[in-house]
């Protein structure tokens, strides 16, 4: 199977997945918003197992009840997400992967919290919650 690397901004943390995703999706949750700074992010969804930590260590961050959210404590780089909903699951955040172009997007999730100024021109399907998972 094919793998991807990625890291932070800074360098100090990398990582490597493997292939095949379980999902790539764009979430517009109030969570993601506050705790990435941007108005959308970007996730591709595997097992843990599939995910290796090849440089540094991730600082966690528990963003709510059952959920962790990895960064860069160096430079601030959000770069994973995990929680209870998704048992043995990893979700890395597309943008951090040397090549994000690897996993575009096929659903908008949560886009009750959809900031209203916030458009993007795609056909993608767009669900008011995480009701549905995903899948590629
Ligand atoms: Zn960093
Ligand atoms: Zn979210």
């Not at 990893?90 to 009750?112: C, G, N, Q, R, S």
Request: charged share 20%; hydrophobic share 35%; net charge negative.
């Amino acid at each position: 199977m094919a793998s991807h690397e990625g890291g932070c901004h800074c360098g100090a943390i990398r990582y490597r997945i493997e292939e095949p995703a379980k999902f790539s999706s764009l979430c517009h949750c109030r969570s993601c918003q506050r705790s990435s700074g941007t108005p959308v992010s970007a996730f591709v969804g595997v097992f843990e197992v599939q995910f290796e930590e090849t440089k540094g260590c991730r600082a966690i961050y528990l963003s709510s009840p059952g959920v962790r959210r990895g960064f860069c404590q160096i430079c601030g780089t959000s770069l994973t997400f995990a929680g209870e909903n998704w048992p043995s699951e990893i979700h890395i955040y597309t943008a951090t992967l040397d090549d994000p172009e690897a996993f575009a997007p096929k659903v908008h999730t949560m886009m009750d919290d959809n900031i209203t100024w916030f458009h993007t021109a795609d056909d993608l399907p767009r669900l008011g919650s995480f009701a549905a998972k995903p899948k590629d």
